[in-house]
């Protein structure tokens, strides 16, 4: 191979000339307007044909949130055989295509890039880290995501639906409701115990400010999730002589954290964030302690409303699971179909039926009503900002249906004054 | 001969990476970037525990600090996080710079320990960079992390602006194809060097040392600078390897360093077959692109149930699939699979490329005898005649990596 760096070149040269010939950086399509056929007066985009709509799921079912999220899946799935039923969206049949990332970053990535392309938006992608990834590659296509979670980190997005007010503004409340239906004083202290981490930290950013606008003091205790055993936590809260809990954690937390404080004589309310309350828990030894002294502040109406979009869910949900857990899951996953359809309602008036069209037609509602499943007047044209300041007060009750009982929908002063990044 | 086969093997397969962008989806060109960011790491985790046998858990910590170094140096400062708004090129090597100072740093501690002890005690590192990277939010955004500037050569940005269309052959090439390349180019540079590191001078030390240091001090190998070398070296490529990482995410979190990830990389090198880059290349094929193809492809497997209906779904099956592969390789194939292609050229009459990755490693040694190639003695033969080279010894059989 004497000449092999001479038919080297040779090579690369033609090689590089063939591929710059094949270059090319003007856009056939630039001028050529939308792509898609147009059918109708609607423009299509991805996902979307002459008789389906196919929108995306990325959740977890072999991870972590497996058992809650396939109540959410047969809930999804359920609603939009309800919705196909009653005619569809845009004159189309409304197809789910669910994938499982497991939790893991990776997967979610890659599941994404193979999706994006068949689907109009996608109606949820579970878990911190896995749509922490997803997210910003949506918002560079411009393809609508709901369902992350509840954390004021996903606000930033404009492409993505938060289903009621962020952690931070839940927490403001639950300070706001301590302080005004609970009997917390003025100059007293609240404990606030929180997940490190996205959640957490949004939980005790609202705390911290509801707790300055209201002149309490906050003791702050961080956990993380693998922290089940709450004592070293419990007695520092007893030792700060603390009036309230805040708890921004899970079940388990909950369970330990009201089961030390009874021991301990601490007869203390618990307000406990979205996910932090399961009807397991009655069950358990901490029953009692409970039904004393637990809360519950949500997002979305919790089971046992009787709001009527609440009762559609709860119907529908037993119609096609009459076995299945319920919990919050079954009016959560309900509703983010809803706020879905009508983002997809709004493209298809707008006549732009594209993963564009959504996006645009979420960021033009000002006031989307849900039948009670969330507050009305949700308000999705103000970016960065939590779409409502009002939340679910409930209270753990062993006669409610899944366990909690709806005090009233609350929004206090400091949840009111607060706002991210100011 | 077979040198000549080889070479024009390894040029086929550049031909086809090269070609592949023309023809793949997005799911496979993301793929891919997986796959060529975790060989590179996996490229420079076997130079470490394969030739210089200094077994490594902290993988995924160098890979972090790489990660977050390329995101700092390049991004621009926010009101939530700061930035050093450095070009791309400056920030993808001040990430391998970083990481193999923390190596350097780092190699102290390596030099005084070995086996099991050194595996925990860079076990630590994972631990420690994970409590950083949550806690400098101003630097790295804590918990959800930062998003990362794209990369760009002189007003060429390799995302889907700058040039907003590009087409090659028909094909419009979006920021995943031009990353592609980005990423090839680095992979394949990696692992020249790693294979010529590997068969030069400093290779054979590293390998004598891992043998027995004692042999190795007698013939005049500095054995604490042997142990760093392989140390720093090591950590720029999984500094590079995260530097990717971070690209073909476009966003790091913390969550992606963890210690999973180390243990995937010793996953690849292990049934790649410790000590070869090849295998390694193979090993990060493997253990990457499994999950994402399985959990992509689930629904053309009839045996797969649907995710959700509570059969056999995919993401376990993938996991099932993956340790039955670990556990086949470490009882049949001795030497993983570099091994068993070694094995498998020398009984079809030693020549042939290798086929699968080929291109990747030009120094693979000649096929041994098949007794030499004990899984965790590696593939390094020590023995090549070479005049200069001080690596004369020759031990009947290498003593194990880990001890």
Redesign the interface.
Known sequence: ?KHLPRTCALTAAAVTML?LA??????PD?SGGSGGGAEGDVTTGSGVTDSEITVGML?D???PFAAG??VQ??QTNAYWDQVNADGGVCDRDVVVD?????Y????A???Y??M??DVIALQQVLG??TS??VL??AE?DDVYVGGVGW?G?ALQYENNQLPGASYAIEAANAVDYLVDELGVPEGGSIGVVYF???YG?DALAGAEHAAEERGVEIVAQEITSQTTDLSAQASALVQADVAGVVLAAAPTQLASLAGVLATQGADVPIVGMNPTFNPSLLGSPVADALLANAYSITSVAPYASDAPGVQAANELYASVAPDGDLGWEVPLAYVQGELLRQALEGACESGELTPEGVVAALQESSSVDTDGLLPDGLDYSQAGQSPTTTVYVSKVDADAEAGLALLEEFSGPSAESFSY?G | MSD?LRRLGGLALLVVALALPLVL???W???GL?VMAAAIGAVGLTLLVGVAGQLSLGHAAFAAIGAYVYAWSTGETT?SVTGGGLPPLLGLALAALVAAGVGAAFSPVAGRLRGIYLGLATLGLVFIVRHLL?NLTDWTG????R?VESFALGGFSFS?RD????????V?FEG?HRLWYLFLLLAVVACWLAGNLRASRTGRAWANVRDSETAAAAMGIGVARAKAAAFVVSSAYAGTAGAMLAL????V?P??FSLTASVDFLVMIVLGGLGSVAGAVVGALFV?AL??VL??YSSALPFLA???SGGL????ASRIVYGVAIIAVLVFLRGGLAGAGRRLRHRLGGGGPSGDAGTTDPDTPGPGPAGRTAPASGTTDPSTPDGSHPAAVTHPRSKETTR
Request: aromatic share 6%.
């Open positions: 191979m591929s094949a270059c090319s950086t003007t856009d630039a959740t079912l072999s991870g999220a396939a899946v047969t669910v994938q499982d990332h497991g893991d970053p990776q997967r990535v890659t599941l890039r193979s994006a392309p911190g880290p922490a990834a910003p590659l560079q954390t980190s490190a981490g996205d930290g990044g | 000549l989806n997005d799911f060109l993301q793929t997986f009101t949550l804590g918990f959800t992390g998003s889907n040039p907003d269309y590009l087409a090659v052959g028909g419009e995943l073909a995410y476009g966003r979190a969550d992606v990457t999950p994402l959990a992509e649907a995710p959700g779904d995919p993401s376990t």
